[in-house]
């Protein structure tokens, strides 16, 4: 069974910096693609960024620069580092699992920068 659990959401001052973590079972990161999606009150769910089965990474451009997806595979982790957090970076922030037609989706972790 696909479990995925965020943590290291909070609160920081804008151009600070957070680490996002995705706790995953049930994955086989060799054939899955990880990301990480971001849903704003208001506003509709979007890609931030991913990490293909073979590695390769996709950066949203909204946050290219600043946001860097990277996976542990022996830990079965995921990881989204944010620096320079601006405060339209405030979400609440989901994993994801896609493999095929099968899809998960962790509870979220709220992200909130504000001074």
């Known amino acids: 069974q696909v479990q995925l659990v965020e943590s290291g959401g909070g609160l920081v001052q804008p151009g600070g910096s957070l680490r996002l973590s995705c706790a995953a079972s049930?994955?086989?990161?060799?054939?899955?693609?990880m990301g990480w999606y971001r849903q704003a009150p208001g506003q509709e769910r979007e890609l931030v960024a991913a990490?293909?089965?073979?590695?390769?990474?996709n950066i949203a451009y909204s946050v290219k620069g600043r946001f860097t997806i990277s996976r542990d595979i022996a830990k079965k982790a995921v990881y989204l580092q944010m620096n320079d957090l601006k405060p339209e970076d405030t979400a609440v922030y989901y994993c994801n699992a896609r493999r095929a037609q099968y899809v998960y989706w962790g509870q979220g972790t709220q992200v909130i920068v504000s001074s």
């Open positions: 049930g994955i086989i990161f060799s054939i899955t693609t």
């Open positions: 990490i293909t089965g073979g590695g390769i990474t």
